[in-house]
Nanobody
Framework: QVQLVESGGGLAQAGDSLRLSCTAS????????VGWWRQAPGKERELVTA????????YYADSVKGRFTMSRDNRKNTVYLQIHSLIPEDTAVYYC????????????WGQGTQVTVSS
């Protein structure tokens, strides 16, 4: 069982940048894909970016392309979500989650970290 711990959320102003971290522990991390999801108040949870821990390009939702960057540090079993030019619509709880590479269902979830953007 992989455990995920997010950090880096908080209160920011529109136009600021923020970096979220997600550290994974457990066996078999390198065989997983990891995604960053977010859930805004009153809205469904959405996948914003994802990549395979073993390598390859990241996927980005159209709504975040150009402002969100996902990266990983395999030595630390940590992935990062860099958010530039924050807008109030980015206000949400951000979760990282993992799934077995090649499958469609995310099975392990972190506890989430709140990002609040004021205008």
């Amino acid at each position: 069982q992989v455990q995920l711990v997010e950090s880096g959320g908080g209160l920011a102003q529109a136009g600021d940048s923020l970096r979220l971290s997600c550290t994974a522990s457990g066996r078999g991390v390198s065989n997983l894909a990891v995604g960053w999801w977010r859930q805004a108040p009153g809205k469904e949870r959405e996948l914003v970016t994802a990549l395979a821990w073993s390598g390859g390009p990241a996927y980005y939702a159209d709504s975040v392309k150009g402002r969100f960057t996902m990266s990983r540090d395999n030595r630390k079993n940590t992935v990062y979500l860099q958010i530039h030019s924050l807008i109030p619509e980015d206000t949400a709880v951000y979760y990282c989650a993992t799934k077995r590479a090649g499958t469609s269902t995310y099975t392990n979830w972190g506890q989430g970290t709140q990002v609040t953007v004021s205008s």
